[in-house]
């Protein structure tokens, strides 16, 4: 039995690593067929990770053994807190890491080395994003906490996979709290994924940049990891919203039918969610830089009027 | 968790509730003019939403007629009558920005919170499924309330005394089940009339200041007295 | 019945009727009839309310407490209309408003009639709220009647602090509801004043009391309680001057007496508490401070019309005060105080009329000598500030006094702020009233054609009911307390 769950983790965690790069393949594809082009393929992100792991990595001669390290540890933090989020299964061993105090720390972790590589070369460019980056997430993070809190006060837990299974348990609940605390996440999962209308993924025009101004200086195998690690990024905020609020699907048991049902559910999902954003990506605007704060700041008045919905209307006396 | 004893009706209740009380923050912060008259709009029609439901699983049929007619007067009567004079106003395009957004929002939480406490006693007695929704109601009354004092702008001002009447036409709703219908009328008639004379004073005031900004209506105070 | 339902739509009749009269004069008379015709039916009333108690019926409810305020309401709307009559006249002919305004005022001035006499004589209180809210409505238009900038500016205030007290006023009235409904025994009559005066202890005190402080706060902005008296100066000096006289005269009253019917609710509620007095407490708090406020305001005033309309807010809070403390004493001397001080202040304020149109101004600073120009004017504007100053043997001296000695009897340390109130703004306004009737008269003033016969009228019923207050008025009034305190004075 123990084998077996471990299996499963193992199995999971692999599933994250190995359907990332898909997730962000379909969305390019969706957003390619709204704007009449035919797009890529959506497996073409796996060739562009295969071409930069061939390649070689270069690096400015001012670089600094963070620079080298920094790569692996993005990489590492994120596929580790992506992991712990239920993906096809839930009450796995992994489950007792998949706090949501963790999981936002370990995603900080990431956020730090990966700031600090963007300035570690002394470019403007990565002081700028690094700079842009921290406003982003010092707004955002409390929004995402506040969307959380909300979702832990309800289930008297801040476990996500108890979440999931107090979810389950509860049947088909309207929640007022929940459906602010989807809003909310939503908007934080576009500030923090660096989505339009916050930041545009495939541009490379100085000025607009943040996510990629950050990774501007690296190449080869380093890239490669950085971009995985963003693409896996995306599919955590994928799956939380996926999983924690729509969670019908998710394997009990730990037998093939659940798990294979689990995994075609969770990969639906995942897909409807890729539409929705990339139908918002092709109709919004970016937004300029000094407004993103406002839009943080909805964010965060979302997750708090879920908090004070479930405190007001949902608690009894 | 109290929401397992509650039917889907009266789930989907609180969820309405809760949107109006978004848009109360939506018509608090919106600087545009004509968003603004639609995001009114939407809390009128969502509250006569809840009255349906209320009606619906309540059984009380003269909630009906109440839910008509707040939907013809909040989300369609005076919303047309508010676009109509913009128009002739030619306010399409203006835009009011608030200042201190973030401080008035915060102001406007903690008026969420105030009010929820406010009502707490009327909320801890009653086994009424519709009790939690008088704190959302007054909650929204305060905030239009917040809404006329921080905006500048006639017709914003307007906006926020229409969110408060809405906000009571909810109140009485969830707390009673619906005022007596004779009351219930002699209220719409009284709003009616109100918007009417509203949209009077709109071109009085251009007329006299030629401009809609309230601010600049600081002629009667104690001070001018002894210039004069 | 017949008596009341002709008194009540007399009014709403003469509304649409004035509608389609075109011509000023005709209007002016016809305005007068109505008022007159109103009057009649509410003297009927009175005679059947003295005859048989309290008449019930079709939401209504006339009780000795609101049947002199209906017949006071119906006169002061007499005397007001002929007083209105010729002064429009001069008010269109000098251009500050047009045939359509003229039109306009006299169908708003019947619809505040009938809001007033409607707000009045029901027993549900959600119909109080509608019509009281519905005689906001019918004036702001009147205020901003000569479309000056002040003018615009003081019916906008009115209206938006108006308007946001009245919607308090009605979750106020939301909360009762919903305290009336868990109690009483017929669902449908759940604001009824009657059926809930009989219930009262039993309404949960927590509610009432919350249910209360709104509906305080929302009346008493109709009322001109400090501090939400704000648009009250600007309303009723920016306004028409037979406008300023029946919103002062009358307006306030009934916005006080549905304070004083809701007290009488929540103080049953409050009974067998450990706070029963709250509401009395509440109302001698804001009366207090209204009437000390709105005494030293007045020595600021540069303006005759603000003057008299602080003074106004002076004696509503001395009434709210006196409802307040309770008892039969203090609330004897508030009814006749709300007598008094409408008869004054109407009268007052048509006198007031008469001096700006000699003068041609509203400021203090430039209306002089009167008394020199036109005695008639001069000299009963200073007997009428002499009366609304609480000189004996005026009315005003007479419920001035039961109220100090109740508060004497009750709470002596509060006697000391009345006194020095009653001085300041005695000082106030004979500082202003001193220069404008005996300073030097100014080059060119003339008297005007000025029918001083309501002045008279009203100021001699004052006199009259300071020196010896006749019988049967008396035993009404206490009829009145009974019904309010629970207890006889006489």
Known sequence: ????????????????????????????????????????????????????????????????????????????????????????????????????????????????????????????????????????????????????????????????????????????????????????????????????????????????????????????????????????????????????????????????????????????????????????????????????????????LLALLGLLSHVILEVGS | MSLDHLSLLEQLMLVLAAIALFTSFILLEQARLVASIHAFAWQGALAAAVTTVVAASGGHTHLYFSAVLTLCLKALLIPWMLHRLVRKLELDRQIEPLRHPALVIMFAVALVIFSYWLVLPMVQQELVFTRNIVAVSLAIVLIGLLMMVVRQQAVVQVLGFMSMENGLFLAAVSATGGMPLVVELGVAFDVLVAMVLFGVFFFQIRESIDSLNVDRLNRLTERTEEER | MN???????????????????????????????????????????????????????????????????LVLTAFIGMTTSIFSRPYMQYVCDSGKTNARGMRLYHVMFQLFMFTMLLALSTDNLGILWVAVEGATLATVLLVSLYRTPEAIEAAWKYFILCGVGIALALFGTVLLYFAAQRVVPDPATGLTWSVLYEIAPLLQPSIMSLAFVFLLIGYGTKVGLVPMHQWLPDAHSEGPTPMSAVLSGLLLNVALYAVVRLKMLVDGSLSGTTSPHMAGYLLMGFGML?????????????????????????????????????????????????????????????????????????????????????????????????????????????????LLTATIQSQPWFTVALLGGLVVAFAGLFRHLHPMVYGPVPEGQQAVQANMVPVLLHLGLVLWLGLSIPGFLARWLDRATELITGAHLL
């Open chain 1, 1 to 300: 039995m123990i084998i077996e769950s471990w299996v499963l983790v193992l199995l999971q965690v692999l599933l994250y690593a190995a359907l990332a790069p898909l997730l962000t393949g379909w969305i390019r594809k969706v957003k390619a067929r709204l704007q009449n082009r035919r797009g890529a393929s959506i497996f073409q992100p796996y060739r562009e990770l295969y071409k930069l792991f061939t390649k070689e990595a270069r690096m400015a001669h001012t670089a600094s053994i963070l620079y080298r390290a920094a790569p692996y540890i993005v990489f590492v933090a994120t596929w580790l807190a992506a992991s712990a989020i239920p993906l096809v299964a839930t009450g796995l061993p992994t489950a007792a890491i998949a706090d949501v105090i963790v999981i936002a720390g370990l995603l900080g972790l990431a956020r730090f080395f990966l700031a600090l590589a963007g300035m570690d070369v002394g470019t403007a460019f990565g002081g700028m994003g690094a700079s842009r980056e921290m406003l982003v997430s010092a707004l955002a993070e409390p929004a995402m906490l506040m969307a959380m809190f909300t979702l832990a006060m309800t289930a008297h837990t801040t476990n996500l996979s108890s979440m999931v299974d107090y979810q389950m348990a509860s049947g088909n609940i309207l929640r007022p709290s929940y459906m602010f605390a989807l809003a909310g996440l939503m908007l934080v999962a576009i500030a923090e994924t660096g989505r339009i209308p916050v930041d545009n993924p495939a541009t490379h025009l100085e000025l607009t940049m943040i996510h990629e101004a950050m990774i501007l200086e690296y190449s080869g195998r380093h890239l490669a990891l950085m971009e995985w690690a963003a693409q896996l990024k995306l599919m955590l905020y994928g799956t939380l919203l996926a999983n924690i609020f729509f969670p019908w699907g998710i394997a009990l048991k730990a037998d093939m039918p659940s798990l294979g049902i689990g995994l075609l559910l969770v990969m639906i999902k995942l897909a409807v969610l890729g539409i929705v954003l990339a139908a918002g990506e092709s109709v919004l605007a970016k937004m300029r830089v000094f407004r993103v704060p406002a839009f943080l700041n909805l964010a965060f």
């Open chain 3, 3 to 69: 008596m009341l339902l002709l008194m009540v739509f007399a009014p709403l009749a003469g509304a649409l009727l004035l509608a389609l009269v075109r011509s000023l004069g005709r209007a002016g008379w016809v305005n007068v009839l109505v008022c007159t015709i109103t009057f009649g039916a509410a003297l009927g009333l009175a005679r059947d309310v003295i005859r048989e108690g309290v008449i019930m019926g079709m939401t209504f409810r006339v009780d000795p407490f609101n049947v002199y305020l």
């Open chain 3, 290 to 402: 209204s009437f000390l406020v709105a005494g030293l305001f007045l020595h600021r005033q540069r303006d005759i019309k603000r003057m008299f309309s602080y003074s106004s807010i002076e004696h509503m809070g001395l009434m709210t005060f006196a409802f307040g403390l309770g008892g039969p004493l203090a609330t004897f001397g508030a009814l006749l105080h709300m007598l008094v001080h409408s008869l004054t202040k109407s009268a007052i304020f048509v006198t007031v009329g008469h001096a700006t149109h000699i003068a041609g101004t509203q400021s203090i600073d430039h209306i002089r000598g009167l008394i020199r120009t036109q005695p008639a004017v001069g000299w009963l504007l200073l007997i009428g500030v002499a009366a609304i100053a609480g000189f004996p043997p005026f009315g005003v001296f007479t419920s001035e006094f039961l």
